[in-house]
């Protein structure tokens, strides 16, 4: 079975984001684990993090802070992250997140002429976000997160985005709706009509 990876940025427990992202679970085939970013405890490293974490990798038996993540998401076929548009980009805990993950030896190997090969299993992430207001500008969220994860091994990358969620008078079940059919319209095949993902899930 698949290991689908699921980073729920979302925050609010009404968010539009992840209902989004739960309807393209429901496209995937496999196990999914979710994070969710608000609830784990994800820590910006440090200058004594990131010297144990190497410690811990040369020694193979212990774990640093964030290695789990990063074998996690080493591991991972499939990755879904899902994050509303904050200050033009995302939740700053994504960006913790993402240091989290990127270990030398773990998700990337960086040879003695500065090449860089990721260590990845997962050949694609997909990336859902919601904006409040119009002109969100792509390259700051999912842009920066293609470039890292595709240094990491994962070079294919899909976004999703209901955008003007917040303007007034918005009419925001037509908004969701349209990215729905987009997602739909991302899969060749029929979205599974059991409820199997509800009951895959387990939390990390
Ligand atoms: C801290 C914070 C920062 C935000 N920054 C932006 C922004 O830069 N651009 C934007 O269009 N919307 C911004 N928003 C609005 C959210 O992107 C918008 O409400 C989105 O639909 C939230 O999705 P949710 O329903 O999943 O929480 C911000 C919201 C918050 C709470």
Known sequence: MKKILYIDVCGRAESRTRILAQHLLTYLDGEVTCVDLFEEPVYPLNIEAIRQRRDCVECGSCDGQGLNLARQFADADIIVIAAPVWNLSFPSV???YCENVVEEGVTIHIDEYGNTTGLCKA??????TATGTRNMNPVF???YLKSLFSQLGVH????FSAEALDIPGADVDMIL???KRE???SFRFPAREDNQVEANVSTK
Request: one cysteine or more.
């Open 156 to 159: 294919s990358a899909e976004c």
């Open 177 to 179: 709706n349209i990215c």
């Open 183 to 185: 997602i739909d319209a």
């Open 123 to 128: 050949k694609k992430f997909y990336y859902v």
């Open 94 to 96: 994504l960006a913790a």
């Open 141 to 143: 969220g999912f842009g």
